[in-house]
């Protein structure tokens, strides 16, 4: 049997924004509606660039666009490029997928096939950027199709790229946005530029959204904080520092998706039979519990029937990086240092589990440098990149016939040297490649038990559905016996199957 889900998300409200009193307003804010195609700029390519001239698929999203539409978070991406998915499987993780490319996974072992990136800052896991509330934001780029010359071996399918808005020099300024909507939905964030002195900025923005579950179990709710603060130095023309930090904490009960109808076999195959619930039912309610027992053998999932721990969600991202810039005769010399960590713990609900339960830590160091420049009518990118991640986890996932538990640690190692040039041979033609040297060294330490029943027989018979968690075992009485760890002889047996996740590692070269 198969079930199939679907996931509902709504948002609705008004926007205002104000100048604070007594300081000046930004000059997006005060600037005339423009006529045309805006000309934004970006940096997709390690370089400043017009996204229109950009040798790459790309869409960029600019903050005031992201404001005029809603946009507060990650999944709302697509109301303004329409091919990228940004989906939550259940927990902490996101999955991304551009132009159909990408992996659902609830395991943050699990590399992603689109490259997420903060402030120029390559992320290993998702959750890291789309966690983080769309707020104060500069631009949005989403660069379709492979991109690993520049970002890496994760960047199958694509990259995005979330850039939030730069301190400004010589300004003071002050600006906020509020949104009201149904389902109790609050949504509201500011900041503030300063200018500390005539080569210098501080900047600061935050934000706090909430809103009740969409679904009638409480899920697909909103309760998220995020702080942010960037200092800039110029001291010379040719030199600029910026120095960046960032705090989210995310609460609540978590996504949540409803049961649309369940696949069951016959003889001609497979047929469709519709649950009969609409999109805002939710796994939790009365009736979906009450729906999920009538999918597999009666009396339905046994002792584990009734979903008894609501979902939840409790993780904090935070992270420090910087960016140095230094002009020199032969290019631009970039250098940007990073540290990022993730802690926190959540109860959710999946397509293939009844229950499932996370508590994780992610840390992850890196280091990148480029230089930028041109000679003739070459431009080139060249550079180098470092990257450490450590994974603590326990996690365990009931999956209805089965139940693993797992406790390990996930760590990589990993350097990579690129280069990039592109042949400005006219105004109207480019010739662009590259190359990428990628050398991995992943390390898994852990335990995993699996727990599954069988009633008595050989294997493999009697360790599948339905003689298992569904249904349990005939006991001598002819009604059902579930399992349990104290039942002997002709009633139910545990198998318990326990071993290393992985020791050692792994050393690859990715050219």
């Not at 930004?26 to 970006?42: F, K, R």
């Not at 603060?229 to 996504?255: C, H, N, Y």
């Not at 996932?397 to 406790?407: A, G, H, K, W």
Request: glycine content about 12%.
């Amino acid at each position: 049997m198969r079930s199939c889900l679907l996931a509902t998300t709504a948002i609705a409200g008004m926007m205002a924004t104000a100048p604070m009193p007594g300081l000046a307003q930004t000059a997006d804010q005060t600037a005339p509606a423009s006529v045309g195609l805006d000309d934004i700029v970006v940096t997709a390519q390690r370089k400043a660039e017009s996204a229109q001239k950009a040798a790459i698929a790309i869409d960029a999203v600019t903050g005031d666009t992201l404001i005029q539409q809603g946009i507060t978070k990650a999944e709302d991406i697509t109301k303004s490029v329409p091919a990228i998915t940004v989906t939550n499987g259940g927990g902490s993780n996101t999955s991304i997928f551009i132009r159909g490319v990408g992996n659902i996974t609830s395991s943050s072992y699990n590399d992603p096939a689109v490259a997420p990136s903060y402030d120029g800052v390559v992320l290993g896991r998702a959750a890291g950027a789309f966690g983080s509330a769309f707020y104060d934001l500069a631009r949005v780029e989403v660069l379709k199709g492979p991109q690993g010359i520049l970002y890496g071996r994760n960047a199958t399918g694509g990259a995005v790229n979330i850039i939030p808005a730069r301190p400004e020099l010589g300004r003071n300024g002050a600006g906020f946005n509020v949104s009201f909507g149904n389902y109790d939905a609050v949504s509201a964030d500011g900041y503030l530029n300063l200018a500390t002195g005539d080569t210098s900025a501080l900047r600061v923005a935050a934000t706090r959204q909430v809103s009740d579950g969409y679904n009638r179990d409480g899920s697909d709710d909103l309760k998220r904080t995020g702080l942010r603060g960037q200092f800039l130095i110029e001291p010379s023309d040719a030199v600029t520092l910026r120095i960046g930090a960032d705090w989210t904490k995310i609460g609540g009960v978590g996504p949540g998706s409803s049961y649309i109808g369940s696949y069951t076999p016959g003889p001609s195959g497979y047929s469709f039979t519709p649950s009969g619930f609409d999109t805002s039912e939710g796994f939790n309610t009365d009736a979906a519990n009450a729906y999920r027992q009538t999918l597999v053998g009666a009396p339905g999932f046994g002792f584990l029937n009734a979903m008894n721990q609501q979902q939840s969600v409790d993780y904090i991202y935070w992270g420090v990086n910087a960016e140095l810039n230094w002009k020199t005769g032969i290019g631009t010399f970039t250098l940007v240092p990073a540290f990022r960590k993730s802690k926190g713990d959540s109860f959710f609900y999946g397509p293939a589990f009844n229950t499932a339960y996370n508590a994780e830590t992610d840390k992850q160091y890196s280091l990148e440098a480029r230089l930028a420049g041109s000679v003739g009518m070459v431009d080139y990118v060249l550079g180098g990149f470092y990257f450490n991640e450590k994974i603590d986890a326990q996690t365990e996932y009931n999956q209805e016939f089965v139940l693993p538990i797992q406790s390990y640690t996930h760590k990589t190692k990993s350097w990579a040297a690129f280069g990039q040039l592109t042949a400005n041979v006219s105004d109207r033609f480019r010739v662009v490649g590259g190359a990428r040297y990628t050398r991995d060294k992943k390390a898994m330490d852990g335990i995993i038990n699996n727990f599954i029943t069988f009633c008595g027989g050989l294997p493999p018979a009697n360790i599948t559905p339905p003689a298992s968690f569904a249904a349990g075992c005939a006991a001598p009485n002819g009604l059902p016996r579930y399992p349990n760890s104290l039942t002997t002889g002709d009633t139910v047996n545990w198998l318990v199957s326990n071993g290393w996740i992985a020791a050692g590692s792994t050393d690859q070269a990715n050219p």
